[in-house]
Structures are given as C-alpha cells and as structure tokens.
C-alpha cells in the first residue's frame, strides 16, 4: 500500500524549522582562534610527594612540547562544595581557569576503589552553567589516575562518567600507572616505560582533539531540543509585551 503524504510535515511532531541540516562550512570551519590551545590540568592529592601531581606535570610538559598552553590549579585551599560561597578566593580561581581553557586533563589517584574527593571537590565547584555560559560544554578532557596497587581503572572510569555530565568530548585514550611510587624517580620525573609511552599517546591525542574541536563547540553541541525550548520562551516573551 502506498500512502500520499502530500504536503504533510516529514516530521509531525517537530518544529522543522528548527530541524537543521548540518552545516558543513560550520563544521570544518578554519581555527582562527590565533592562539596555543589552552589546557588545564586538574590533580586529586595534597601529599607533598603526590603522584598524581607529578603525573599532571608530567602532562604538561608533554603538552607544552605539542604547543598548547598549560596551567596547573593547586587544589591547596579549596573548600568543600557548599561549605561556602562561589565568591571564595580558590573557588574563583579555579572557575576562571576552567573559563580560559579549551581543554582539561583530570588525574585522580585511586582512594578505596575511587576517585579521591580533592578531586571530585574541584569538579563539583565546576557549575554546569553560568549565566549563559557554560564552563565545560563542548571542551575535550584527558582522563589519568594512579595507583598505589595493581592496575585499575575505577577513577578513569568514575570521571569519564562526570565529563560526560558535564558534557565535554572526553578522549578514546586514557592513562592508568599501578604502583605509582615505582614510576617516579627522586625529583618526581616519570621513568621511560609503556606506561610513559601511553602518557605521551593520551596527550598527543588531546591537542588533536582540541585543535579538532574549538572555535566549533557551539556548534557542535547545538541542539533542536534546545533551540526548541529558546524558541517557545521568545514567544512566551513576545505575548507577554504584546497583552
């Protein structure tokens, strides 16, 4: 049976003026942002011998040898979620760095099977939004952890989950180093290994995925759902003015 559809919407159930084809002069649009890409880089420890610190230093060093600018936040200082205001000194530090960025590393050490929670206090100080701004949306995240034990990948697993929430484009690639103390010589450089070399991979893939990705964000985390809701609160806006 053929059914004559006529002139009837494709879409019924849709606004198909807000339904827009993709864009492709948007989507592969030059980088003209005229600057290194912008990296900040997030570590779960206040241990004055902290693995994970060295691991994130480590991070940057590779990220600056592939051109990106880095900034490392100290967690030293930053109060529990909700236990003060947004307007605290370490909170609005690390809420402008996260604004300046384009791309984020977390590196967590493994605390009883987790993330540690100097770690998940810094991405719960992180808004979803604010104002009209979103502070994570469309940004790439590398994830990294260690371990005082055998391997494990519970605190990469438990913040791609959150990068996810907060909806970054988390890499493919991800790092996890099992005996940490065993990977750090006495001035906390990393030594050569497979795990180093994994290292190396995951921020060699970040700056490609940046590159990839800024100056196109807006665009690429754009949604009808979205543009739906902006569009029926204009006209909610336009009658109210119009009674």
């Known amino acids: 049976m053929t059914i004559e559809t006529g002139d009837a919407p494709k879409f019924p159930a849709l606004r198909e ?15 003209d942002a005229g600057h290194p890409p912008r990296i900040l880089l997030l570590y779960g420890s206040l241990r004055e011998r902290s693995y994970s610190r060295f691991l994130t230093q480590e991070a ?9 600018e880095t900034k490392i936040f100290d967690p030293s200082g930053l109060p529990l ?7 605290h000194p370490k909170v609005q530090e690390l809420r402008d760095l996260c604004a300046w960025s384009e791309a984020q590393v977390w590196c967590s050490p493994e605390r009883h099977g987790a993330m540690t929670g100097i770690m998940k206090a810094q991405i719960d100080w992180i808004p979803l939004s604010l104002g009209a701004v979103r502070p994570t949306q469309g940004k790439a995240l590398a ?3 260690v371990s005082g034990g055998s391997q494990s990948f519970n605190a990469v697993n438990q913040m791609r989950i959150l990068g996810r929430w907060m909806r970054m484009v988390t890499i493919p690639n991800q790092s996890s180093v099992p005996k940490a103390f065993l990977e750090f010589d006495d001035d906390g450089r990393m030594k050569p290994s497979a795990l180093y070399d994994r290292v190396v991979d995951v921020m060699e893939e970040l700056v490609k995925f940046t590159l990839l990705i800024r100056g196109r ?21 336009v009658n109210q003015k119009a009674i």
């Open 81 to 87: 979620p909700d236990d003060t205001g947004p307007e």
């Open 143 to 145: 994830l990294m952890q």
């Open 217 to 237: 964000s807006d665009y690429l985390v754009d949604r009808y759902s979205e543009r739906k809701e902006s569009a029926a609160e204009l006209s909610k806006r």
């Open 60 to 68: 940057a060093r590779l990220l600056e040898w592939f051109g990106a």
């Open 17 to 31: 003026d807000l339904l827009h084809p993709v864009d492709c002069d948007r989507l592969f649009a030059p980088d």
